[in-house]
Every structure is written in structure tokens, then in C-alpha cells.
């Protein structure tokens, strides 16, 4: 897929430098889980995050009929986290007329979890109109749209565009749609669905952390069940503690604003 907006630069040098953590899929289904990875990063100064929010988790209820869950959503961003909107199911339904290569992308890669992928423009529209109302029910307001597995299609993106968001986030960008910059910056994630997966997240994100050292933005993705595994939280835990060393924690929101202030 063509990326509509090939216009990329990198951050001005008055930009600080910046660790964005973000925690997907956070919902009803995932809130308790996403509280005790929040706690577990504060303990390691991780102060603001990016929460992306699924508005109706695999169809398992509408964050607008969760007070509880509300509440909790609306504390936790006046504590200084920013909430996002991640899909709305977060949920692709798989197509017998799918070719190979969408079938690799959508159910090995993401294990049916590309929502967004290939969306035409009138579904996407009103799944995003959908989830502002839902994340509206709930006394929050999101500036920003991620896409399940970053796998954002281009029909989709202009709909996220005309849906009014100022952002969004692949795997290895973050779309500024306000200013129309392209900001390099690959983002840290674990897979975890197998124990071959673990390894190899293990060895690679310590290779990437450390190729990312010198980079304007550090991002670092996590999943619930991250925190079921001992030696991935070990290494989320270490990696964050250790960037904080020589950059502030932000959210995409907050790290934008930044990017975008005059000189």
C-alpha cells in the first residue's frame, strides 16, 4: 500500500527528545490488565502514555454503556494519558475471495485482527463516526486514530483524514495530518502468540533498541498480554527505565504539539 502523504522529515532540533509508549487494545475486556502495565511503568518513571481504546472489543460491549469503564478512561486522562482511537471492533472478517498475500497479512501477521486493512471509505467513515460518539459517552475527546496492527488502507486513511483526527501511527511513522509531516520513527513491539515469537521479540527489540538510540522518537508498543509473559515485561520495564535516562515521556499528542511549535 502507497503511503498518501510521501512527504517525510525529521523532527526540528527543538523538538525534546521523547519516549511515546502507547498500550493497545485497552477496553472493558483488557481495562484491569492495562492498570497494572500502568503501574508497573510509573513505578519506572513512565509517567503519560498513549491509551488506544477499542469502542466495541470484538463486539463484546460499547465503551458508551461502561460507566465503570468511563470513569476509569476519564481519571486516567486527567492524570496526564492521552486516550486514542484504535478501530472500533478491532476485528477483520476473513473473505474466501482473499489472495495469499492478504491472507498472510490479515491472519498470520495479525491473526485477524486488521480491521482496517482494506476498509472501503463508507465502512470506515462510519465505524470512525461510531467511535467518536462512543469515546464522546464516555467525557473523552480523541485527536488521534490508530489503526488495529497499524494496517491502515488508503480509502480508510482519508476517511481518518475527513473524520477531522490530526494523527495517526504505523509501525514505522507517525502521520502528523495537521502539519502534513511524515516523522520516521519504527516503534518497539512483542509478539507473544508463541514461545518462537517470544525469543525472537526478545532479540530483536534489544537489537532495535539500541539502533534507536540516537533517534528524536523512541516508541514502545504494548499488548495486555505482554504482562503475561515474565521476561517481556522484564525487558519492556528495562527499556523504558533506561531511555528515560535521556528523554521525557509523552504521548503522540503531547510529542506532536512539540513538532509543530514555532521556533
Same mark, same amino acid.
Given at each position: 500500500m502507497q503511503n498518501s502523504n510521501s512527504h517525510k522529515e525529521n523532527c526540528s532540533s527543538h523538538v525534546p527528545r521523547a519516549m511515546v509508549v502507547s498500550i493497545h487494545d485497552v477496553s472493558p475486556m483488557t481495562r484491569g490488565r492495562t492498570q497494572d502495565i500502568l503501574d508497573d511503568l510509573r513505578s519506572v518513571g513512565v509517567t503519560r502514555t498513549s491509551l488506544l481504546v477499542?469502542?466495541?472489543h470484538h463486539h463484546r460491549g460499547n465503551i458508551a454503556s461502561d460507566a465503570r469503564f468511563g470513569a476509569w478512561?476519564?481519571?486516567?486522562?486527567?492524570?496526564?494519558?492521552?486516550?486514542?482511537?484504535? &478501530?472500533?471492533?478491532? *476485528? +477483520?472478517? %476473513?473473505?474466501?475471495?482473499?489472495?495469499?498475500?492478504?491472507?498472510?497479512?490479515t491472519r498470520?501477521?495479525?491473526?485477524g485482527e486488521g480491521e482496517f486493512y482494506d476498509l472501503d471509505a463508507t465502512s470506515a467513515s462510519e465505524r470512525l463516526d461510531a467511535g467518536k460518539a462512543a469515546?464522546?459517552?464516555?467525557g473523552v475527546v480523541a485527536?488521534?486514530?490508530v489503526a488495529p496492527a497499524?494496517?491502515?488502507?488508503?480509502?480508510?486513511?482519508?476517511?481518518?483524514?475527513?473524520?477531522?483526527?490530526?494523527?495517526?501511527?504505523?509501525?514505522?511513522e507517525v502521520i502528523d495530518f495537521q502539519s502534513g509531516v511524515v516523522h520516521p520513527a519504527r516503534s518497539l513491539v512483542w509478539s507473544v502468540r508463541a514461545r518462537w515469537r517470544r525469543v525472537c521479540s526478545l532479540a530483536w527489540n534489544r537489537a532495535l533498541f539500541g539502533?534507536?538510540? &540516537?533517534?528524536?522518537? *523512541? +516508541?514502545? %508498543?504494548?499488548?495486555?498480554?505482554?504482562?503475561?509473559?515474565?521476561?517481556?515485561?522484564?525487558?519492556?520495564?528495562?527499556i523504558a527505565?533506561?531511555?528515560?535516562?535521556?528523554r521525557a515521556p509523552m504521548t503522540y499528542d503531547g510529542w506532536l504539539a512539540h513538532t509543530r511549535a514555532p521556533l
Open positions: 477499542i469502542p466495541d478512561l476519564r481519571e486516567r486522562c486527567t492524570e496526564g494519558h492521552e486516550a486514542v482511537v484504535h &478501530g472500533f471492533y478491532h *476485528l +477483520r472478517e %476473513g473473505s474466501r475471495a482473499d489472495g495469499p498475500w492478504k491472507r498472510v497479512v498470520l501477521y495479525t491473526a469515546f464522546a459517552a464516555c485527536t488521534g486514530f497499524w494496517l491502515l488502507g488508503d480509502e480508510a486513511e482519508g476517511a481518518v483524514r475527513k473524520a477531522g483526527f490530526s494523527y495517526t501511527t504505523r509501525i514505522g539502533r534507536l538510540s &540516537g533517534s528524536p522518537l *523512541l +516508541r514502545v %508498543g504494548i499488548h495486555p498480554p505482554d504482562w503475561d509473559h515474565p521476561a517481556i515485561r522484564r525487558q519492556i520495564l528495562e527505565r533506561s531511555a528515560l535516562a535521556g
